[in-house]
């Protein structure tokens, strides 16, 4: 009539099995969700006199960011025991990250404050098998601290910073954690020969593990550096960017500092392969950098992959 094609009714067979094919798309397994993938595990290494304490907020910040990430507040050298020398504490720290890493596949991030960054950057020279992506510096001094701080003050009570160096380049001054990393800028020599820490770490005395320390080192993945000029501790404060006093106390940048120009423990290569992150932002103490928000969501949480 209207050349329409003729409708064909279901068989009589595919309607008794219908119900049966409904049941079975019901009993089949649902698509899985796209994967993505874990966020790598965080390890935070606290400063002088902290605890694990100290970090809750920063522990927030990472839960509320980056949920379900796997964090590690490392509770070791708490208080008064940050006073430890400064490899005794490394020795414990890599019994502590050592297991951590094994269990991450995909490598893990070190969150590393104050001192801690010298503990975290030591634990990256000794540490063969290490698996470290990002290490975040937060507010270290890299290069040393020359500076009267209340630290200081408290711990050698008739010592100014300018004859410090008479107790911290002494067998007896090496024993107390901030001595291994005193830089005095006018006892260079002291400094290098005394100095059973810094100046190992920074390649600038020659020692039978340096080749592997620094293969060890460039192994890292990134490398992120934060402080800046009100920190008011970390002195100078460029020392958290391995800046530095030169002997008439002017900071010399990192590209003018021998250990960078040496490449004595792989500065100079880590830059050269986009491998530094430098992220400095006023505005901030000493004992603020692990709290601040602007701080986390500019400088710490986009290399938390």
Not at 272 to 283: S, Y
Request: glycine fraction near 6%.
């Amino acid at each position: 009539m209207l050349g329409l094609p003729e409708r064909r009714l279901p068989s009589a067979e595919f309607l008794l099995l219908l119900p049966f094919l409904l049941l079975l798309l019901l009993l089949l397994p649902a698509a899985p969700a796209p994967h993505r993938a874990a966020y790598k595990p965080v390890i935070v290494v606290h400063g002088l006199f902290d605890s694990s304490y100290s970090f809750r907020h920063l522990l927030e910040y990472i839960n509320e960011t980056h949920p379900g990430t796997a964090v590690t507040v490392l509770d070791l050298f708490d208080g008064r025991e940050s006073l430890r020398p400064l490899w005794e504490q490394v020795q414990g720290f890599r019994e502590a990250v050592a297991p951590i890493m094994a269990k991450a596949l995909q490598g893990v991030h070190l969150i590393c404050y104050s001192q801690g960054g010298l503990v975290c950057r030591a634990l990256l020279s000794v540490m063969d098998e290490h698996n470290v992506d990002s290490f975040i510096s937060l507010s270290s001094p890299q290069m040393g601290q020359y500076g009267d701080t209340n630290y200081l003050k408290w711990l050698f009570p008739t010592s100014m910073r300018s004859n410090l160096y008479r107790i911290c380049y002494s067998p007896w001054g090496q024993e107390f954690s901030i001595c291994n990393y005193w830089h005095d800028p006018h006892h260079d020599d002291l400094y290098l020969n005394a100095s059973s820490f810094l100046a190992l770490i920074n390649g600038e005395r020659d020692h039978p593990n340096a080749t592997a320390w620094r293969k060890n080192f460039l192994r890292l993945g990134r490398l992120v550096l934060i402080g800046g000029p009100d920190d008011g501790v970390i002195t100078p404060w460029q020392s958290s960017f391995f800046g530095f006093y030169d002997a008439n106390e002017t900071v010399l940048e990192m590209e003018k500092q021998l250990v960078y120009l040496r490449d004595s423990f792989g500065l100079k290569t880590l830059l050269a392969r986009g491998a530094i992150v430098r992220c400095p932002m006023a505005g901030i103490s000493h004992t603020a950098w692990h709290s601040n928000r602007t701080l986390y969501e500019t400088c710490i949480e986009p290399w938390l992959s």
